[in-house]
């Protein structure tokens, strides 16, 4: 009994990764509203290190449609620039001498269609580890000594119970992520 519920716990703790996981890619999939986030994945050239950019500067949004990224360093301002350009997230940095400013286009009809798309697909992503993890905790369960069948298949509901909750979790984050990008 006692192996069931570590096994369990492992299930859960998987699932949870994958929400965490999906959570964090979704950040990446802008919805039209600027945010400090969206530039999470861009490094900049420092002292020969490609370092994150809110590791050499202030990045924050004045407001829903503008990013500004005000480097501790001025002499970072065009490599800032540079990262961001190259960066494939589509935006494009101006800068005052101070800071980088970034505005955040509108999303056409189209974009937010592509966008959600994408992240459909980064649910699916998620729906299909929590799946994994609920075979392998089956497979665990089924795997174990000196169990009646009786404990097996009470337990491998459990793994099912958990899998449910887990994959109405995606949905759910899914459908708010899926309203923000589409609300205009």
Do not use: C, F
């Not at 994958?18 to 999939?29: D, R, T």
């Not at 269609?113 to 980064?122: G, M, N, S, T």
């Amino acid at each position: 009994m006692e192996d069931i519920t570590m096994i369990l716990d492992m299930a859960r703790e998987q699932m949870d990764k994958s929400i965490s996981h999906l959570e964090k890619n979704l950040l990446k999939i802008r919805a039209g509203r600027a945010n400090p986030s969206m530039l999470d994945s861009v490094r900049v050239e420092y002292y020969g290190n490609q370092t994150p950019i809110n590791q050499v500067a202030n990045v924050n949004t004045p407001d829903a449609r503008t990013i500004s990224v005000q480097p501790w360093e001025k002499t970072m301002i065009p490599e800032i620039e540079k990262a961001i350009l190259n960066s494939d997230l589509g935006l494009n940095p101006q800068n005052n001498g101070e800071l980088v400013i970034i505005n955040i286009p509108p999303l056409t009809e189209e974009r937010r269609r592509d966008l959600v798309k994408a992240a459909r697909a980064e649910g699916e992503d998620a729906r299909i580890g929590i799946r994994s993890v609920r075979k392998e905790a089956n497979d665990e369960i089924k795997a174990l000594d000196g169990i009646s069948e009786d404990l097996i298949k009470d337990a491998e509901e459990r793994v099912q119970s958990l899998t449910n909750k887990y994959t109405k979790k995606v949905d759910d984050i899914l459908e708010k992520k899926e309203g923000e990008i589409m609300h205009v």
